[in-house]
């Protein structure tokens, strides 16, 4: 993204923030959308809810080109969410997000997938039961990441915002604390953190909040025991010359009408004119405010 128009900050954590990120391979950014933002977002995602379930089939209803990857009663996963409503969009394209993910990136990003989930408490929940988890990864520490400035980089990165409040029975996302650098079988790992669960973190947090992590580092949806329903949504980017995600290419028309500072970043036009850049720890977040 070389166009000046569009500002975001960088780097976009704090030393604190960017250093708990090197740790454990994610940060939790707490509030880092307004009340006014999410509560717009979480209504987009309710009604977009509603248009896909009325629409007949799910496993083939498509609106606004959006499309339900999973959907159980309890848990619909949306795909491609970018083009399904303006809120959706701005969230994709918020400044500090986008800049959040470069700074883990190293350097420009494109959109690489737009998701959300609304799931609730699994019908065969048993809760007093050791909670077992779906963990996998989008790529892996010897493939997708690399060292910079002594600074841990990683080459698929998502900001996953949660639109409800999470308490600790809200099933926020896990994940297995410091997977993102551990090379060797992730099968190994998984038994290594199912023995000892203090390695698993859990998101934790208010309505408004954002998860930054690498997808090297080995995570899952939570397990939901309470009567909550949880809600969010999901951001990836990559470095410029990467693709999107399998069926997740904007429309051509989508990106015609986006606003040309923008175009990169949706349409990945940028390529391999990647603008690398990095920070170190020291630097001090910029504040755009
Ligand atoms: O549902 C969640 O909390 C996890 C989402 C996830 O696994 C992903 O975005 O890769």
Known sequence: ????????????????QRYHLDVYGYVVVENALSEGETSRLLEAMQRLKRDLL????PASARVRNCSLSAHKPHHLHF????????????????????????ELVGGDV?????EAVINTRAPDTDVSAPPRYGFHVGTWPDVGTYTSNDLYHCTFVKTLTNL???????GGTVCIAGSHKVGGPRETIIEAAQADPSLIHQVIAP????LLFGEALIHATGQIR????????????TPTMFQAWNGQEPSA?????????LKPLISGSHKWRWQQRRRTLATPAEDMS
């Open 54 to 57: 009325a629409s007949g089939d």
């Open 1 to 16: 993204m070389t166009d000046d128009s569009f500002k975001r900050p960088f780097p976009a954590l704090t030393p604190a």
């Open 164 to 170: 409800t409040e999470l308490g600790p029975d809200d």
């Open 79 to 102: 795909a491609h969410i970018l083009e399904a409503d303006p809120a959706l969009f701005d969230y994709l394209t918020h400044p500090r997000l986008v800049g959040m993910a470069e």
């Open 226 to 237: 309470s009567e909550r329903e949880r809600c969010i949504v999901i951001g990836g980017y």
């Open 207 to 210: 309505a408004g909040s954002t």
């Open 110 to 114: 494109r959109l690489e997938e737009s």
């Open 253 to 261: 028309e989508f990106v015609e009408q986006t606003p040309d500072h």
